[in-house]
C-alpha cells in the first residue's frame, strides 16, 4: 500500500475507498486491521506516518557528511573530537541546520524560499529577497539573521503585514539583541503589562 506517499489529510477517504473494494473475507479482515491501527489510532495517526512533502534524505547525503567529519577529525576519533567538530559544524550557519532540517525548498517555479547569504552578498542582493519573499503566498515565516536585519532595517520597518511574520535571529558573530529587534518594538507597544496579568 502506497498510503504513506500520499497527504495525510487525504488518507482516511482514500482508504476507505480501497477498504470497500476488499472482496475476500481475509482481506477485509487485513483492511479493518489496518485501519484500526494505521489510520484512526491515536498511537499512530496518518502524519505521523506519511512522508508526503518530506526531503529526500538518501544514505550518499550521510556518507558525505560522514566522510567530511572524517576529514576535519581522524577516522577512529575519540569522542570529545567528534562533540567538537558537530558543535563547530553547527555553528558554521544558520541556514545549513535549516536545510538539513528539511526547511529549504523550491516552489512550483522551482525558487527556492531561502537566502544563503556570505560576505559577498550585496546589500541589494538581501533587499530584493527579502521583497520578494514578502510577497509570495507560500512564506509565512521569514528568518532573518540579526546582522542581516541590520543592513535592511529601512525595509523591515517599511513590512507592515501580519503575514509574512519576521522573526530575527542570533548568529555566531552575534547574540540576539532585542533591542535592534524593530518587530519587537512594535510588539510591545501593542501591549502594555497589564495585557499579560
Not at 484512526?40 to 496518518?46: A, E, H, R, Y
Not at 529526500?56 to 567528534?82: A, Q, S, V
Not at 560576505?119 to 521569514?142: L, P, Q
Request: aromatic letters at 8%; a negative charge; hydrophobic letters at 40%.
Amino acid at each position: 500500500m502506497d498510503l504513506c506517499f500520499l497527504p495525510a489529510h487525504h488518507t482516511l477517504a482514500l482508504f476507505g475507498q480501497l477498504q470497500g473494494e476488499a472482496s475476500i473475507k481475509s482481506l477485509r479482515s487485513l483492511m479493518e486491521y489496518l485501519r484500526k491501527t494505521l489510520i484512526v489510532s491515536i498511537v499512530w495517526l496518518p502524519s505521523a506516518w506519511s512522508v508526503y512533502g518530506l526531503s529526500i534524505c538518501t544514505d550518499n547525503d550521510i556518507e558525505g557528511w560522514h566522510n567530511i567529519l572524517n576529514k576535519r577529525g581522524c577516522h577512529h576519533m575519540p569522542f570529545y573530537i567528534l562533540i567538537t567538530l558537530l558543535h563547530d559544524e553547527a555553528r558554521l550557519d544558520t541556514c545549513t541546520g535549516f536545510l538539513l532540517g528539511g526547511i529549504g525548498e523550491l516552489d512550483k517555479h522551482r525558487q527556492p524560499n531561502f537566502l544563503v547569504i556570505n560576505k559577498d552578498t550585496s546589500i541589494s542582493e538581501i533587499e530584493d529577497a527579502f521583497r520578494k519573499f514578502s510577497t509570495r503566498s507560500d512564506i509565512a515565516i521569514i528568518l532573518i539573521n540579526q546582522n542581516a536585519a541590520e543592513m535592511i532595517r529601512h525595509e523591515i520597518d517599511a513590512h507592515t503585514q501580519t503575514i509574512p511574520a519576521i522573526l530575527e535571529i542570533p548568529s555566531k558573530e552575534c547574540p540576539y539583541d532585542p533591542a535592534k529587534d524593530s518587530i519587537l518594538r512594535r510588539a510591545r507597544g501593542m501591549f502594555s503589562a497589564e495585557d499579560f496579568r
